[in-house]
């Protein structure tokens, strides 16, 4: 097995982009701390933003968001869910991670949130977050989440299910969605704390804060957060 014989990202997130929906409602804690600082007004560009729920974190204030994704489904998913809390401040478009359709220094804030590991090499994920370096403004923030790769729930991984994918890399695995009558497999990074690290300030970042979060596991930390900044 090759990794082009695994659907491509757009095709697995358009395929359960409902069952998502159903089962991810809420934005996490870590996105409504990132907004409840002084940030009350600006740009916010939302990367990977899924069915927009961590859009629900923001204040209602003087807000111009975009969010993108790859997924048409999840998009048109996202602009339900706004509309129903009627955040007419919001529009979307559908593009890829690593090539952003804006120009430099185009808005003040930004997330990327769990789509960062989605990205199948290294190369498209640190070119992702070059672009995102790029389309902030200078002084611009962001909130970057990935998947640590030291976590009990993927453990036996690496002895027991690595074989069927050799095309796999060094922290790669295959997760699979397996909800609402779903199994499909998803490409994920894992990330240990240092290589996030080098790859943000690789990308040009300013790292502000660091956490490591337990947001799934109740014995290991599996998230880790970064609030950066541009220079």
């Not at 976590?151 to 695995?173: A, V």
Request: proline share 5%.
């Amino acid at each position: 097995m090759s990794s082009n014989q695994l659907p491509s990202n757009r095709e697995i997130w358009d395929h359960i982009a409902s069952s998502f929906d159903r089962s991810r409602r809420r934005p996490w804690p870590q996105i409504l701390d990132f907004f409840s600082s002084d940030r009350t007004n600006g740009s916010l560009i939302d990367i990977g933003c899924g069915n927009g729920r961590h859009l629900k974190g923001i204040p209602q204030k003087n807000w111009d968001i975009v969010g993108v994704d790859i997924s048409r489904n999840l998009l048109s998913i996202a602009k339900t869910n706004v509309n129903e809390n009627d955040m007419n401040h919001v529009s979307f478009i559908q593009a890829t991670a690593d090539r952003l359709p804006f120009k430099p220094d185009f808005f003040d804030n930004g997330l990327y949130i769990a789509t960062l590991h989605t990205l199948r090499t290294k190369q498209a994920r640190i070119k992702s977050l070059q672009e995102l370096h790029r389309v902030l403004k200078p002084e611009g923030n962001a909130l970057i989440s990935v998947w640590n790769k030291d976590q009990d729930r993927f453990k036996q991984f690496y002895n027991e299910i690595e074989k069927p994918y050799p095309f796999l890399s060094e922290g790669d695995i295959i997760v699979f969605w397996r909800q609402h009558h779903h199994t499909i497999p998803r490409f994920y990074h894992l990330y240990t704390k240092e290589e996030f690290v080098e790859e943000l300030i690789l990308s040009g970042f300013i790292i502000q804060r660091f956490e490591e979060v337990n947001l799934a596991s109740k014995d290991s930390i599996d998230n880790f957060f970064a609030t950066v900044k541009k220079p």
